[in-house]
């Protein structure tokens, strides 16, 4: 047994539940919202993951560093999330709902099709990099972490990654434009949104 585990075994645990605790009920909502945006239909065993992920923070107290538990736990549970989707199963169709929530389908089809398929076109790296930087508000130094690597290399594959997201944007509203189609104030508003943190 290393000094380390000693010290915690010999009476630390008391410290570490009271960080834990605190880790916990400051982080444990941006972890379980981490995993439901990057879930299919719902995220509806997010709460099963988030658990995991922080079941890893305790195991691996040790390891987190502190003051940059948030950017940890987000690494944590992309790794957690990868070996899920290893693992995927087919969703029961007794767990499908049977009366739908009162979003217009259509709507947010519409909303969301263009910014997904310019999404979809970008390298999942880009993809990653923008998504925790607009959806999880990540950036400098916790965007770098996260990623694992330097905060220049992160600055600058934040900047390709916006740079190829303003192309792949561009060259899907010309195509929309050509069939009739084009991007509404909202489609714009939502890629703008998802490149511009």
Known sequence: MDPDETARADGDDGDDAAWFDELFAQHAGAVHRYLVRRLPAGGAEAEDLAADVLATAWRRRA??????????????????????????????????????????????????DRVCTVLGRLSSRDRQVLLLVAWDGLGGDALAQVLGISRGGADAALSRARARLRAAWDSETRHGDVT????SAGEDDAAAQAGAR
């Open 63 to 112: 390891d987190v560093p502190r003051g940059a538990e948030l950017p940890w736990l987000y690494r944590t549970a992309g790794f957690v999330l990868a070996n899920h989707r290893r693992k995927a199963r087919p969703t029961p169709v007794a767990v499908v709902p049977e009366v739908p929530d009162d979003v217009d389908p259509a709507a947010v089809a519409v909303d969301d």
């Open 180 to 183: 009739g189609g084009g991007a």
